[in-house]
T-cell receptor, first 113, second 115 residues
């Protein structure tokens, strides 16, 4: 049974600071890793994906992957109140996003103005 | 491009009744997924279709849930009979199969309340 673990929070971060979200996964065969953002009452939307060890940057977002430690993180720089949402970590297999994803429970992030 | 369409948006039924949800994926997307998201949890994959064939239904409670994707386009998910613990948001998603990493696009979901 694949498992994805996240701290449910809430994680409270002052506006303008860096928000750091973490995720661990159980299946060493996992190959692709996704971060989704979900606003209350809305469906998940993809922020980033990563499949190689190291860092991947996209605007204010940086995803970090360490397969040896089975650890994925998401950094949000210059946090804005609009970043307040639940962030879902998801893990896929060899087929990447075409595989069904295993999601964590999500971390509730609150950006305080 | 038009997104993933789902209907209805909301449904309230009594336990032991049946209910059906409909999903129309993004045009050209061969892969379609149904996820169940219980309040406070992440989405859980129920079933994955590739065109009109089932790829993974290992987490589908087959004694009460069924799904089909006729002609490899639209899909329906049915629950019969419903239980209180089926109260959740049912999310449909679709993705194309080109490339190693593909984005799954989610519909707005159907919020089911079983009373």
């Amino acid at each position: 049974q694949k498992e994805v673990e996240q701290n449910s929070g809430p994680l409270s971060v002052p506006e303008g600071a860096i928000a750091s979200l973490n995720c661990t996964y159980s299946d060493r065969g996992s190959q692709s890793f996704f971060w989704y953002r979900q606003y209350s009452g809305k469906s998940p939307e993809l922020i980033m994906f990563i499949y190689s060890n190291g860092d991947k940057e996209d605007g204010r977002f940086t995803a970090q992957l360490n397969k040896a430690s089975q650890y994925v993180s998401l950094l949000i720089r210059d946090s804005q109140p609009s970043d307040s949402a639940t962030y879902l970590c998801a893990v896929g297999g060899m087929g990447g996003g075409a595989d069904g994803l295993t999601f964590g429970k999500g971390t509730h992030l609150i950006i305080q103005p | 491009e038009a997104g993933v369409a789902q209907s209805p948006r909301y449904k309230i039924i009594e336990k032991r009744q049946s209910v059906a949800f409909w999903c129309n994926p993004i045009s050209g997307h061969a892969t379609l997924y149904w996820y169940q998201q219980i309040l406070g949890q992440g989405p859980k994959l129920l079933i994955q279709f590739q065109n009109n064939g089932v790829v993974d239904d290992s987490q589908l409670p087959k004694d009460r849930f069924s799904a089909e994707r006729l002609k490899g386009v639209d899909s329906t998910l049915k629950i019969q009979p419903a239980k209180l613990e089926d109260s959740a948001v049912y999310l449909c998603a679709s993705s194309s199969t080109t490339g190693f990493v593909t984005e799954a696009f989610f519909g707005q979901g159907t919020r089911l309340t079983v009373v």
